[in-house]
């Protein structure tokens, strides 16, 4: 900040008046004859640098005008004011017309200096030397300034001592500088930096309005010497142009679902906001445009109540007055919204679609915050459980619940509903009422019911019934329309497959064309593949067949998934047995007893299954006219399905008789296939 000093022509103290009224009598009786003779040969001119008021510095500057007629050494001396010698200072003699560096005693006072020719009268001029300093100032200001206020600062006279040149005036600066001096040199100050009032136990001097922020005032007391006190009085301003920043706490940024307590805080960085008396700093809040609550201080509190939007208005007032309620040239208050919704949304369950029967609706209102757009729920039960409701896949979109109900999970019945929607506020509602307020209540099944017949074979199966009588075996032909009497288990030779079939029809018999009915094979461990589907469509009477690929045994089924119009179906569960592939080779068909063995080798058929690394057990079993068949060696293929044995006929009664032999493959658990035996093969002794 610049300086800003204002110079008043300065007063000479009551001491030094009387100082200088002494000097001039004491002159006056040094120089009893001002007309001498020979005045005409006086030096004239006498001077001091400076002039003759008071000198901080102990060295002086004197200068004369020698009279053109005259010539030699000039003398001068300096002595007391009365005109005594001071030892040291005795008459000196020069022949210059100038003394540049006159010294006169180090205490303060005034001196006179002498400077004559001889046989002439002696030219006189007064040394008065000061370097004492002046006690300290003492500085009044306020701690604390509105912006624009003019600042005025009130300065109290230095106590004694003072020094013997007296107080010529003060130095007083404003700046940002915490360590400013008002003055230009360390201890000393010029004329044109003093201000000074015309009292000089009391002074008081204004400032224009500084700018906001911190500034100081250093003021120091300036001697008729110049010298300035030590040290500097400095008074420390804060300027505040700023009202407080006020925020408002408790307010929700959405809805309530009560009352709120809302807060607001005020801070202020400068005069700051401490409670002080009726015009001090104040924080106040307003609700709905009602007369604001002012407290004092920082903090303000109230409570917002009623359902619907509310306002609120906060503003501070901080220590200098600056205010946030819209008083030029300041922003209004601040304001903030309030909502409060204490109640509960309106659910209510929509009337059930035809076209989609387990499509479960309900609509949310709310008048208030309005339906919450992400929560919401719906269940169901069977009418007469205590059982809580069981919870249903939801879609929540605003102002809409949408559930979906499997109701061919559920058996047949009365089934009620319960639909739970929220506001965006929190607040929840459950509801069981139907559009017009009655209960809302469907009676299972919703859709159409269907009947899925499965079996073995397509629109009629054909297929062997056989026995076997008196040692015969004999079969009958025999053919099946009705999939309800056709056999549910089925065996067929390895790596064949099998035709199955169906019908679709609803509850009354009426045939359903178009629908897509899946045929589902579930083969045992030990297969490759565990599962296969095949989705087939039913035609105009509601049939269906597939062919079954070769593989392991399985069990089939046929699954219709249903629809949002009917309801879902399974047709009976089929056994597929599916006997192991095996052939039997000899190495001969005439076998010498006692001579080379006939050696049996063969291998397993394994279609869409993988034998164990070991392998399969394979009996080896003969048969003569008229016998059974009899086992007489079991063998383990390898993991590739190959076995061999060699055997060699011993026995004389084998000579001439014919042998059948053949491969059984029995039943092992983890292989997916039905026991099966190879076909004979005939061998002789």
Not at 360 to 374: E, F, M, Q
Not at 399 to 411: I, K, T
Request: with cysteine; net charge neutral.
């Amino acid at each position: 900040m610049s300086r800003a000093p204002i110079r008043i022509p300065a007063a000479t103290s009551m001491a030094v008046s009387l100082v200088a009224t002494l000097l001039g009598v004491a002159i006056a009786a040094l120089s009893p004859d001002a007309t001498l003779a020979g005045e005409e040969h006086s030096l004239t001119g006498l001077q001091v640098l400076g002039g003759e008021g008071w000198h901080a510095d102990d060295r002086f500057v004197v200068e004369w005008n020698r009279p053109p007629s005259q010539s030699g050494r000039v003398h001068y001396a300096i002595r007391t004011a009365d005109g005594e010698p001071i030892p040291g200072y005795e008459e000196q003699t020069t022949d210059k017309s100038v003394v540049a560096d006159q010294q006169v005693p180090a205490t303060p006072g005034v001196y006179l200096f002498e400077a004559w020719l001889p046989k002439s009268a002696p030219a006189r001029v007064q040394l008065r030397f000061d370097d004492g300093l002046p006690p300290p100032v003492i500085v009044g200001a306020p701690a604390w300034l509105a912006a624009g206020e003019d600042l005025h600062v009130h300065l109290s006279r230095p106590g004694a001592p003072l020094p013997i040149s007296g107080l010529s005036g003060y130095a007083v600066t404003l700046d940002a500088d915490p360590d400013g001096r008002p003055c230009a040199l360390m201890a000393r100050c010029r004329a044109d930096e003093l201000i000074l009032d015309g009292d000089p136990t009391e002074f008081s001097h204004t400032f224009p309005s500084p700018p906001e922020g911190v500034s100081f005032v250093h003021a120091v007391a300036v001697s008729g010497s110049g010298m300035a006190s030590n040290p500097v009085a400095t008074a420390r301003i804060a300027i505040d142009g700023t009202p407080p920043a006020v925020r408002l706490e408790g307010a929700p940024s959405g809805w309530a679902t009560a009352a709120m307590r809302v807060t607001a805080l005020a801070t202020d960085p400068l005069s700051g906001m401490a409670p002080d008396g009726a015009a001090g700093p104040i924080t106040a809040l307003a609700i709905d445009e009602g007369v604001p609550l002012v407290v004092p201080g920082a903090v303000a509190s109230a409570t917002v109540k009623g359902e619907g939007v509310h306002t609120v208005h906060y503003y501070g007032r901080d220590a200098v007055g600056n205010s946030g309620d819209g008083s030029l040239p300041f922003t209004g208050p601040g304001a903030a919204t309030v909502r409060i919704d204490e109640s509960g949304p309106t659910v209510r369950f929509a009337a059930p679609d035809p076209t989609d029967p387990e499509r479960i609706a309900a609509t949310v209102v709310d008048r208030l915050s309005g339906p919450d757009p992400d929560r919401g729920a719906i269940g169901v039960r069977r009418v007469g459980s205590s059982s809580p409701f069981r919870p249903l896949p939801t879609a929540v979109a605003a102002g809409h619940l949408v559930a979906r109900w499997d109701s061919d999970d559920d058996p047949l019945g009365e089934y009620e509903f319960r639909a739970t929607g929220f506001d965006v506020a929190g607040n929840a509602a459950t509801s069981s009422l139907g559009a017009a307020g009655s209960r809302f209540v469907l009676r299972n099944p919703v859709k159409r019911v269907t009947q899925l017949a499965f079996g073995f074979g397509a629109e009629r199966l054909v297929f062997q019934r056989c026995r076997r009588t008196a040692g015969a075996r004999r079969c009958r032909r025999t053919v099946v329309s009705s999939f309800a009497r056709r056999p549910a288990g089925r065996t067929v030779p390895c790596c064949h497959g099998a035709l199955v079939g169906g019908r679709l029809v609803d509850a009354a018999g009426e045939p359903l064309a178009g629908q897509t009915v899946a045929v589902v094979e579930t083969f045992p461990q030990g297969a490759r593949n565990r599962l296969r589907r095949t989705d087939v469509t039913t035609g105009p009477d509601g049939r269906f067949s597939t062919r079954l690929a070769p593989g392991a045994s399985r069990e089939v089924t046929a699954e219709f998934p249903g629809t949002r119009l009917l309801t879902r179906a399974l047709g009976r569960p089929l056994r597929l047995r599916v006997r192991t592939g095996v052939r039997l080779r000899v190495s001969t068909a005439h076998v010498e007893v006692g001579g080379t063995p006939v050696v049996f080798s063969g291998r397993i058929s394994h279609p869409e299954a993988s034998l164990p690394t070991t392998g399969l057990p394979v009996e080896l079993e003969f048969r003569l006219p008229g016998m059974p068949w009899t086992e007489f060696r079991t063998v383990q293929s390898d993991a590739a399905g190959n076995f061999r044995y060699p055997y060699t006929f011993s026995d004389d009664d084998s000579a001439g008789v014919r042998f059948l032999f053949r491969a059984f493959v029995p039943a092992t658990g983890g292989w997916p296939f039905a026991p099966t035996t190879s076909r004979p093969l005939a061998v002789t002794g």
